[in-house]
């Protein structure tokens, strides 16, 4: 009998004109009463100018996260990751710095985190088995990941800095050897904020009910080790 616990952690982006608290409070709701797991969310404040600064903190505040739901199920937990814009980010930086976590999926939606995932490190991840699947949600609407990223990068990359845009490009260079477990959908009305706005919100939730459903009920083939 499987004796495994399914639990979602939900990252928010930079702080941003709409209410993060609120979302993240409303997801985790709705994840616990609708998709009947437990849920909880990691809430941190940087602003788009000094996120550098405080970016190994907070991922180290995620580990600490996962360490306690770790210790709290007995190892039995199945993290999924439920991840906005700098939270994809943080994500690759989490197993990228901490590789002894190992999370079920990764849902990254309009995602900041770098689009080839052989730089972002999903690529190896996935083949190490650090993570099981990741799901895209993209859109060619997203103008802050069309402009501002490659701006970013442009003005800072040479410092290591700036931002991605897999979230409006969709993940490029997959291996062929794990790209059956990455999963791409594409809402190109949404812009990079408006995921969450109230009238996009059920359409969001439902994406990832179907990305959980898939986690949660498919028999997928074994990972490449």
């Known amino acids: 009998m499987d004796h495994s616990y399914d639990v979602a952690i939900v990252i928010p982006g930079i702080q941003t004109a709409f209410d993060q608290t ?20 990691l ?16 991922v180290r505040k995620l580990s600490d996260k996962l360490n306690e739901v770790a210790a709290l199920s007995e190892g039995r937990a199945k993290v999924t990751l439920i991840c906005h814009s700098n939270g994809g980010e943080m994500a690759c930086d ?17 995602s900041a985190c770098d689009a080839d995932f052989r730089a972002n490190g999903l690529n190896e991840h996935l083949r190490d088995g650090r993570v099981q699947r990741v799901h895209c949600l993209c859109s060619r609407g997203d103008l802050v ?26 993940p490029r260079s997959v291996d062929p050897d ?9 809402r190109n009305a949404f812009d990079h904020g408006t ?25 997928r083939a074994p990972h490449p080790s």
């Open 94 to 110: 989490l197993l990228r710095m901490f590789p002894h976590h190992k999370l079920k999926a990764i849902i990254l939606i309009s």
């Open 43 to 58: 809430q941190y404040r940087v602003r788009f100018f000094d996120r550098w600064l405080f970016e190994s903190r907070n």
């Open 178 to 186: 794990v790209m059956r477990f990455v999963h791409v959908v594409w």
């Open 195 to 219: 995921w969450f706005e109230p009238s996009n919100l059920p359409t969001t939730e439902k994406l990832i009910k179907q990305a959980l459903n898939e986690e949660l009920h498919a028999n």
């Open 22 to 41: 609120a979302w993240c409070r409303r997801v985790q709701l709705w994840l616990e009463l609708r998709c009947e797991l437990w849920a909880d969310s």
């Open 145 to 170: 990941l069309r402009y501002l990223a490659p701006a970013s990068k442009l003005l800072f990359g040479w410092l290591g800095l700036g931002y991605g845009n897999l979230g409006y490009a969709g």
